[in-house]
């Protein structure tokens, strides 16, 4: 009978050890990963798998977020690890970290030293304050990593901030935002070749340092230049995509038709257009001034594509403040910040790629943005005023007085109105079945010359009804350039650079990454007003309740052994 069973055993583990040897072996060929989370938090996007896959050396992660903090940021820190250890599981062991803290050099001047070099490298510090025990402390931590790629480095700030959003919230988006980020980091550094986007000159658009911090912002991704065109056929030959900055003369059809067919054949723009000429060295000097009409002979090609800039002003409680003096005459100056409904704080919408997550975005005189029927055209609404606005029909007068008073609530009626909007199909040229020159024979040779299409690949492109979201201010008496969406008057940081930069890569994606910033976690926090009150049982239940299950587990185990021994 011990034969056998003995036999039997042996049996079952030698089928065991065979079985298991088999497994690991298919095991070896075939790979997959379970996720059983709800929001499939581990799962890579198709785009950044691919991306991983083609990495051909090792990207190397300094994460700067370590040390003694809140529990916020380690949470921030642990998901940041799991997104890592993700990543080299598809990239074939080609991502290496390490965790960093750098204050913890007890030296203050090396670790300050440290500080200098890691903002210079383009990571910016947290200053946080942590309340325990009634006691608080204050310390500042780098929620940032330096990526290496063969030789090149690049900042990835871990911690995403948007105003009016708890921390509980920011953490959150920060955390969704992990993998687009890291993957963006990647492919930036591992572009052989940098796709070339322009902006356009010539029409008087926003001059080089009016558009500094945003060009700046656009060549880590891309070899930016200025392009006059001059009724040059080959004047956008290799491009990627152009930027159309607040231009104040017209276009001419020469001009209008090399623009078309560069969309025609592929070429992403991005529009950022005043349909009205509004002086600010008017309100300054004068106090006042009238909006009126601008001719930029564009109008016939947006409304080809399918859209209308309407000749308005967008006003809106929901707006930016001003410095004005409220002093009287021969008093000394008072100046206060007041609200300037002329300048509105755009909300992106939150439900499309390019706007996800997206700080307010401030604005200065834009208008309201119409769509017009075009087949074959998807159109998606960006960016929008709030509920709170209204349009003003031109010609406008804008007057500093309107700052000196509270807008009546009562007369921002109007729905929330179009600023941005993407437009994605096969578009049509408005060239199309009419000529532009005075010679019809001139005109179809210089069609001839272009090879001209009258519809164009699939194609995408942005309208914007505002030119000043492009423009960063430059301080009068320095020429110091102010950060792109950086209020000097109320030092708030608005998402103008960060909206722009998503525009211009999600024309310019050909991978599909920027989709992953549609990615939605939910992070089960705990209630802090819960855990304050409830805190001492829930102390004593972890403490003694263990405790009591040993205890009874050792009676019962020892009254069914007496029982047993009984018998």
């Not at 921390?167 to 980091?185: K, P, R, T």
Request: hydrophobic content about 40%.
């Amino acid at each position: 009978m011990k034969k056998r069973n003995k036999k039997r055993d042996l049996l079952s583990l030698g089928l065991a050890i065979v079985i298991m040897t088999m497994l690991n072996y298919v095991g070896s060929f075939v790979f997959h990963r379970f996720d059983l989370t709800t929001e499939k938090r581990f799962t890579l996007a198709d785009a950044t798998k691919t991306l991983l896959g083609k990495l051909d050396d090792v990207v190397y992660v300094k994460v700067y977020l370590e040390g003694d903090f809140p529990a916020g940021f380690k949470m921030l820190r642990n998901e940041t690890k799991e997104m890592l250890d993700e990543f080299r599981t598809y990239s074939h062991d080609n991502i290496e970290y390490e965790f960093i803290n750098p204050s913890a050099n007890p030296d203050k001047k090396q670790q300050e030293e440290v500080y200098k070099q890691l903002y210079k490298k383009g990571l910016r510090p947290r200053p946080i304050e942590d309340s325990q025990d009634n006691k608080k402390t204050e310390q500042v931590i780098w929620p940032g990593a330096i990526v290496s790629y063969k030789g090149h480095e690049a900042p990835w700030n871990l911690l995403k901030t948007q105003t009016g959003k708890s921390a509980e919230n920011q953490l959150n988006l920060s955390i969704q935002s992990l993998e687009y980020e890291f993957a963006s980091c990647i492919c930036n550094l591992s572009v052989v070749i940098q796709p070339q986007v322009a902006f356009l000159q010539g029409h008087n658009e926003l001059d080089t340092s009016q558009v500094k911090d945003l060009t700046v912002a656009l060549q880590e991704f891309y070899i930016v230049k200025r392009i006059t065109l001059n009724e040059r056929l080959d004047a956008l030959d290799g491009l990627k995509a152009i930027i159309i900055a607040k231009p104040d003369s017209s276009f001419s059809e020469k001009d209008k038709l090399i623009i078309d067919q560069f969309i025609m054949k592929g070429g992403k723009v991005l529009w950022a257009l005043d349909p009205l000429n509004t002086s600010w060295d008017s309100i300054r000097k004068m106090g006042e001034t009238m909006a009126v009409p601008k001719d930029l002979n564009l109008d016939n090609m947006l409304f080809k594509y399918g859209v209308r800039i309407n000749q308005n002003l967008v006003v809106d409680l929901k707006c930016s403040s001003i410095p004005i003096n409220v002093g009287m005459r021969g008093e000394p100056p008072n100046i206060i910040l007041r609200p300037w409904i002329f300048s509105p704080l755009a909300t992106p919408v939150n439900t499309h790629p390019i706007t996800k997550n997206l700080d307010l975005v401030k604005m200065d005189f834009g208008s309201s943005i119409d769509t017009i029927s075009a087949s074959g055209i998807k159109k998606s609404i960006i960016l929008r005023s709030s509920k709170d606005s209204k349009t003003l029909i031109t010609p406008v007068r804008v007057s500093i007085a309107f700052a000196h008073q509270d807008p009546p609530p009562k007369i921002f009626t109007d729905p929330p109105q179009t600023i941005a909007i993407l437009l994605e199909g096969k578009f049509k040229s408005v060239f199309e079945h009419r000529t532009f020159l005075a010679n019809p024979a001139q005109d179809e040779l210089f069609k001839k010359e272009m090879n001209y299409q009258g519809v164009s690949v699939n194609n995408k492109m942005i309208v914007i009804s505002d030119g000043d979201i492009l423009k960063n201010d430059i301080q009068a008496s320095t020429g110091k350039t102010y950060p792109l969406g950086y209020d000097k008057y109320t030092n708030q940081m608005y998402g103008n650079r960060n909206f722009i930069l998503n525009c211009m890569n999600y024309l310019c994606d050909d991978s599909g990454l920027i989709s992953v910033r549609n990615r939605e976690l939910t992070l089960r926090l705990l209630d802090k007003k819960k855990v304050e009150a409830e805190r001492m049982k829930w102390q004593l239940i972890n403490t003694f309740l263990p405790l009591l299950l040993i205890i009874a587990f050792g009676i019962f185990q020892n009254y069914m052994r007496k029982r047993k021994y009984a018998n």
